[in-house]
Structure formats: structure tokens, C-alpha cells
């Protein structure tokens, strides 16, 4: 029977919602028979407000939405890629990646061309708005002497703490801020030392592995330079059993056949780092990802996480 209606579950914030959009826009694109709602669900990272560090782990913006898809509530969830965990919900599978947007940490405020020049230009002591320990352990190693602050809430509400003066500049995500088109100037940080996070950019649309007219419909939608991608960057970080409180990025890049990427793993106070490149077949995406987190383990990497999961998650100071 022919698909004729289509239930996205999706947070509401702003962003979510404008994401389900973009989704609901492509699936407009292949098939213009199908109505589409949003569902919009509220979830465990929007209702607990501790530092992500303490709370315990991904996850925190799609279990609750994943559980829409997986008892049968939607029919789709449509993640940002970097939020999804390992393991998926029961039953469930991601369809489709489609072509991604901005992989860019980029800085919000503060004045020059480059988020490098931004951060260079700030005094000692200037506070950084960010909840990531990645970029926590990246700016420690670039500016040890700036002050990361937490910068909870939704896209839109940190880009107003930063209109408003509570934190002098903070680094986000440049792929939110062009989807809500904000009216905000923003300097790119060089993805090549600033590795993002896996997944920066890109979106996961989740379905149940059974619904084989999902998978069909959404197969003229993915992207398979992204997709591969976004299987090689998981495939890393599911290796280091990436959280939270781990700093670690990955990304990967295709052109054509050919695949490289780049690992980082860091310590949340910035004591040290490890980085390591790759490169290979793009049909071998997900073994390269891993074959890198190998690398990076055989490197210090192995001894790097002992010591982070020993040790209590850092604390980000309050704005």
C-alpha cells in the first residue's frame, strides 16, 4: 500500500523544528502524495538542566524521540547526526543522510576574519560559552588562559546570551546557526585542528528496520557521500565509546571513491591530545572509522581514557 502520510517525531525547539522542515521539504521533493505532520516530543535534555557532562552520556535530545519511532508513534525521528548514540532504538535503523551542511565549530562574537583571530584577539580571563568537553579540551589547548563557561539552552537562546554580554564569545556549530539563518556574525574555526564532533552537519533520519517503504522512499533523499561520512565518523566514536564527557571529534570526508579522516581525542583540561589521519574507500567507511580508533588507542589513547574515566567529569564554571 502506498505511503499517503508521514509523522516526523522532532524536540521543539526552534532548530529540531526547522530540521523536521527541511526533511518534510525533501521528502516533498521525491513524492508530493504524502501529507507530513511533527510530532514534537520533549526530551531528557531539554527537561535537565545539569552541565552534560554530569548527566550521563549522548543521548540526552533522541532516546525520547527514538521511542516515538520505535513503538510505533511516527514514523521517522529526524536527529542532528552528532547527538545519536551507538546503539540506535529497538528495532530501528538510520534510512537516510542527506547532502550535509557546515562540519565548522565556528565563534560567535568577537571581532576578525578567522574564529582563531577571534579567540586570539580576547584579553585573559574572557569567558567562552560551551557544554562540549571536545571544545573545552580544544580551547584549553589553544587559549588556556580563557575561562569556559556552561552554555546550556537551545540554539536560539544561546545566541542571545551572547547578543546580551553573558559570555564575551562562544563556539557552536555553524550548521544550526545557517538553518535558522541568524542574523549573527560568526568566524569559522579550521576544521583540520578544530575537529568537530561525528556527525557535525549532517542529519539522520531514523526509521524501524522493517519499514521497507520508509527505506525505499527515503533511498532518492540520501546523500551517500555523507552517508558514508557519517558511518565512518560513528564507527569511531563507537569504538571509543564516545560521550559526554570524552572530548574526542572525528571527521571524514569523500570525493569521489576515496575517503579521509581525521581523529582527535583530547584531555578535558587540555593536558594532551592525540590526533591521527586515515584515508581509504568510501564502500570501507565504517572499518576505516574503527581502524582509526585503533590508532589512536595503540597512540595513548587507551591510557588517555583510563584516566578520564577514573576521574571525575570537570567542571565547566556557571556563566
Known amino acids: 500500500m502506498a505511503l499517503d502520510r508521514l509523522v516526523i517525531a522532532s524536540r521543539g525547539s526552534t532548530l529540531a523544528l526547522r530540521q ?6 525533501l ?4 513524492s508530493g502524495d504524502i501529507d507530513v505532520d511533527v510530532r514534537t516530543v520533549k526530551t531528557r535534555g531539554d527537561s535537565d538542566k545539569r552541565a552534560f557532562a554530569h548527566i550521563g552520556g549522548k543521548g540526552l535530545f533522541v532516546a ?7 513503538e510505533g508513534r511516527a514514523d521517522i525521528a529526524v536527529h542532528s547526526a552528532k547527538d545519536l548514540t551507538a546503539d540506535l532504538g529497538p528495532g530501528c535503523a538510520i534510512v537516510c543522510v542527506p547532502p550535509r551542511a557546515s562540519v565548522h565549530d565556528v565563534v560567535v562574537g568577537g571581532t576578525g576574519d578567522s574564529g582563531e583571530e577571534r579567540l586570539g584577539r580576547l584579553p585573559e580571563g574572557a569567558t567562552v560559552g ?18 569556559a563557561v556552561e552554555f546550556r539552552g537551545n540554539l536560539d537562546t544561546r545566541l542571545r546570551k551572547v547578543a546580551d554580554g553573558q559570555v564575551d564569545v562562544a563556539v557552536l556549530a555553524a550548521a544550526g ?3 535558522l539563518d541568524a542574523d549573527v556574525s560568526i568566524a569559522p574555526l ?6 568537530p564532533p561525528p556527525g557535525q552537519g549532517a542529519l ?3 526509521a524501524r528496520s522493517d519499514r521497507n517503504d520508509l527505506i525505499d522512499l527515503f533511498a532518492g533523499v540520501t546523500d551517500p557521500a555523507a552517508a558514508a561520512e557519517v558511518a565512518c565518523e560513528r564507527a569511531f566514536s563507537a569504538r571509543l565509546e564516545g560521550g559526554c564527557s570524552v572530548p574526542l571529534g572525528c571527521l571524514a570526508r569523500a570525493s569521489g571513491s576515496e575517503l579521509v579522516a581525521t581523529g ?18 568510501v564502500s570501507e567507511a565504517e572499518a576505516l572509522g574503527r581502524e582509526l580508533a585503533e590508532a589512536i588507542l595503540a597512540g595513548g589513547g587507551g591510557d588517555l581514557l583510563e584516566e578520564i574515566r577514573a576521574g571525575t567529569p570537570p567542571s565547566i564554571s556557571p556563566p
Open 20 to 25: 523536521a522542515g527541511i526533511v518534510a521539504e
Open 27 to 30: 521528502v516533498g521533493s521525491v
Open 64 to 70: 525520547d524521540v527514538e521511542r516515538e519511532v520505535a
Open 130 to 147: 560551551t557544554s562540549s568537553m571536545r571544545r573545552r579540551a580544544l580551547l584549553s589547548e589553544a587559549r588556556p588562559e580563557l575561562k
Open 177 to 179: 546557526i545557517e538553518r
Open 190 to 195: 579550521d576544521p583540520a585542528w578544530w575537529i
Open 204 to 206: 539522520a533520519i531514523e
Open 264 to 281: 582527535f581525542l583530547g584531555h578535558p583540561e587540555g593536558a594532551e591530545s592525540i590526533r591521527d589521519r586515515i584515508s581509504g574507500g
